[in-house]
């Protein structure tokens, strides 16, 4: 893709769908990664940081999943990202679950571990059009994570319990979910407008107290 990055994050989407199609790639996975790209490439725009650090792909990742998703793209190349133990531990559960430990799925592993960090909902924070899309991502590719989240628990929320469960801690009180004062918290509606189509049409994104806590 020889033409410069654009403040236009739905012109983007545009083009790497149709950059997908015409390369036959798969159509709900590129979706996905296009979703995810779009709305980095207009964060690093506007919070004027390098991609990587919103993705949390390095450069040769990058050209992977435009190799995978975008045939002939040619995205902005950043260097590589930093991380913490914490977005590690949430990749490797991510990448142990995976459902064919394809090159895709590590790809996805990396960059959904990363907006994971971001403040909204994590569909919204991948750029999705609503939590059912979250949820086919998680069931196509992370089959295993989908079965053991049967009960619904928001996503972030579900992650960071793995994850505290897997170093030996205790994050909930409660001895079930059904006793905890915090209950509506982990499992209430994920309400809200898809952020890609927000930014799209010139408007910034909310920032609401979704995350981990």
Same mark, same amino acid.
């Given at each position: 893709?020889g033409?410069?990055w654009?403040?236009?994050? $739905?012109e983007a989407y ?11 790639a798969?159509?709900?996975?590129t979706?996905l ?9 207009r964060?690093?725009?506007h919070e004027d940081t390098?991609?990587c650090?919103?993705?949390g792909?390095?450069?040769?990742e ?10 002939g ?11 913490t133990?914490?977005?590690?531990a949430?990749r ?7 459902a064919?430990a ?17 403040p909204?909902h994590l569909?919204?924070?991948? $750029? ?25 628990m928001?996503?972030k929320k579900?992650?960071?319990r793995?994850m505290?469960?897997s170093? $030996?801690?205790?994050l909930c009180s409660?001895?079930v ?11 209430g509606?994920e ?6 189509a927000r930014?799209a049409?010139g408007?910034?994104a909310p920032?609401q ?5």
């Amino acid at each position: 893709m020889g033409r410069a990055w654009t403040d236009h994050s $739905g012109e983007a989407y545009a083009e790497l769908i149709w950059l997908g199609a015409l390369g036959g790639a798969d159509a709900f996975d590129t979706h996905l990664a296009a979703s995810i790209l779009a709305l980095a490439l207009r964060e690093a725009l506007h919070e004027d940081t390098p991609l990587c650090e919103l993705t949390g792909l390095d450069d040769a990742e990058t050209e992977a999943l435009a190799a995978i998703c975008f045939p002939g793209a040619r995205l902005p190349l950043s260097g590589t990202p930093a991380r913490t133990q914490e977005e590690q531990a949430l990749r490797d559960i991510l990448w142990m679950n995976s459902a064919a430990a394809s090159v895709l799925e590590i790809l996805l592993s990396r960059m959904v571990a990363r907006r994971c960090q971001r403040p909204n909902h994590l569909w919204q924070d991948l $750029g999705l059009g609503g939590r059912t899309e979250l949820s086919m991502l998680m069931q196509r590719h992370f089959p295993r994570l989908a079965a053991r989240n049967g009960a619904d628990m928001k996503w972030k929320k579900f992650f960071y319990r793995m994850m505290c469960s897997s170093e $030996g801690f205790r994050l909930c009180s409660a001895p079930v979910c059904t006793e905890c004062d915090d209950f509506d918290a982990c499992f209430g509606a994920e309400d809200g407008e898809s952020l890609l189509a927000r930014m799209a049409n010139g408007r910034p994104a909310p920032m609401q107290p979704e995350a981990r806590a």
